[in-house]
């Protein structure tokens, strides 16, 4: 972006009030910024079927998240097994959508790429990853992805890279090579956290009131334990 700011969000999980909240408080300019989410749009909260509104918008930008994989299996593979494990997990709001309304609209997050790479003035990316990366390095990772990308399937590198936990609960700090930061969502925290050269930013959005957003480069460019460009919804 050479003309405004980039910034990334945590989950969002149907609390789009939350984004708007954020983006006025960091004084967002809908021609110049753009805004970047580590994934899970939809469930759980009271505006999941506002997700297209945001899609639209040329300054929004998202990745598949484990709860895009969760309805794309319930709904356009009609697995019966998957939509009890999606309804449990916040897709009964799909249930207030017109059945002839509801695939179109779920449609739409099968075009949601699995990971983004933003470019930067160095010559590793900016990594965004829902849950994790497989592996230490990011170009090994992303050949992987490219070969065998499918949004329904749950097993390596799939799984890490929509499900994983383990390296967040293990306080994990090491490097990703190949990559100049990674931002990660998923695992629920109390703070934003970054361990070795990853980011993990989902504070819950709307089952515990709290929404993360940072300013990418203010953030990168930030002394080590600065919370510089960062900006927290409460409420």
């Known amino acids: 972006n050479t003309q405004g700011r980039d910034f990334v969000c945590g989950d969002i999980h149907g609390g789009w009030f939350l984004v708007e909240r954020a983006l006025a408080d960091c004084g967002f300019d809908e021609q110049r910024d753009r805004l970047f989410c580590v994934g899970d749009l939809v469930d759980r909260g009271p505006e999941s079927a506002r997700f297209p509104e945001f899609l639209n918008r040329n300054w929004f930008h ?7 994989q969760m309805a794309l299996r319930a709904v356009l593979e009609g697995d019966h097994e998957a939509r009890m494990v999606w309804s449990m997990n916040g897709g009964d709001w799909i249930m207030e959508i017109p059945p002839q309304q509801g695939r179109p609209l779920v449609e739409q997050l099968a075009e949601l790429p699995l990971a983004i790479e933003l470019e930067g003035p160095g010559a590793e990316p900016v990594v965004f990853a829902h849950a994790g990366i497989f592996g230490n390095d990011w170009s090994a990772a992303r050949q992987t992805l490219v070969k065998e990308g499918d949004a329904y399937r749950v097993g390596e590198p799939m799984h890490t ?23 990660h969502g998923h695992t629920v925290l109390e703070d934003v956290i970054t361990l070795g050269n990853r980011t993990y930013l989902d504070l819950g959005s709307v089952m515990t009131g709290r929404f993360a957003l940072l300013e990418i480069e203010r953030w990168l460019a930030g002394q080590t334990g600065s919370r510089d460009g960062l900006y927290i919804v409460e409420g």
């Not at 998202?62 to 895009?68: K, S, Y």
């Open 62 to 68: 998202a990745i598949l998240g484990n709860h895009e």
């Open 161 to 183: 890279l929509l499900w994983d936990r383990s390296r967040v609960q293990y306080r994990d700090d090491s490097v990703i090579r190949g990559a100049r930061h990674v931002f």
